[in-house]
Antibody, heavy 124, light 107 residues
Framework: QITLKESGPTLVKPTQTLTLTCSFS??????????VGWIRQPPGKALEWLAL???????RYSPSQNDRLTITKDTSKNEVVLTMTNMDPVDTASYFC????????????????WGQGIVVTVSS | EIVLTQSPATLSLSPGERATLSCRAS??????LAWYQQKPGQAPRLLIF???LRAPGIPARFSGRGYGTDFTLTISSLEPEDFAVYYC?????????FGQGTRLEIK
């Protein structure tokens, strides 16, 4: 069974750097084809994809946030870390990590499952 | 960036009725489209992938169809637990994008 869980601060001040950790089990990020992504959702709004890291350390970022994001993995710890610099109140959102790549066939190309999410508030 | 436009924004129906949700892409995504269901306070759940394939454990009342730029999610007979927000998502090109969601509410 694949599970993911987000952790990190729930309150950050404007201009600070946010560091979130996705801890997972049930799969390995050293397995070919596997990836982990980050998606966020402001209160009452839609989902927004942020970043994705592959088993081979290839990384993809949302161009709207590219210069603020860094995604890394620690395969030995089964963790993926997302850092977002220069936080602003508009970055207040639920942040989710999600798995991709272990399922057979085309389902492996979509986010399944997701972590429960962590609510991050940006306020002074 | 591919923009996904979902309609309607809100759909009010009664249990037992048929629901049809639409997702239109600003350019072709082939069949590389998924639908997710999100209930309040929960993470999204994958329902449909590659436009028409049901994820494991998803009831047969959920079906998807479409290709290119026009896609639909149909719930044949609504159950009380189906009232939620539904999002489409494309994986055809980077960046990955989601629609703005359709809220399915009880009439």
């Amino acid at each position: 069974q694949i599970t993911l869980k987000e952790s990190g601060p729930t309150l950050v001040k404007p201009t600070q750097t946010l560091t979130l950790t996705c801890s997972f089990s049930g799969f390995s990020l050293s397995t070919s084809g596997v990836s982990v992504g980050w998606i966020r959702q402001p209160p009452g709004k839609a989902l927004e994809w942020l970043a994705l890291i592959y088993w081979n350390d290839d990384k993809r970022y949302s161009p709207s946030q590219n210069d603020r994001l860094t995604i890394t993995k620690d395969t030995s710890k089964n963790e993926v870390v997302l850092t977002m610099t220069n936080m602003d109140p508009v970055d207040t959102a639920s942040y989710f990590c999600a798995h991709m790549g272990t399922a057979p066939g085309p389902r492996s190309n979509y986010f399944d499952p997701w972590g429960q999410g962590i609510v991050v508030t940006v306020s002074s | 960036e591919i923009v996904l436009t979902q309609s309607p924004a809100t759909l009010s129906l009664s249990p037992g009725e048929r629901a049809t949700l639409s997702c239109r892409a600003s350019q072709s995504v082939s069949s590389y489209l998924a639908w997710y269901q999100q209930k309040p306070g929960q993470a999204p759940r994958l329902l449909i992938f590659d436009a028409a394939l049901r994820a494991p454990g998803i009831p047969a009342r959920f079906s998807g169809r479409g290709y290119g730029t026009d896609f639909t999610l149909t719930i044949s007979s609504l159950e009380p637990e189906d009232f939620a927000v539904y999002y489409c998502q494309q994986r055809a090109t980077w960046p990955l994008t989601f629609g703005q969601g359709t809220r399915l509410e009880i009439k």
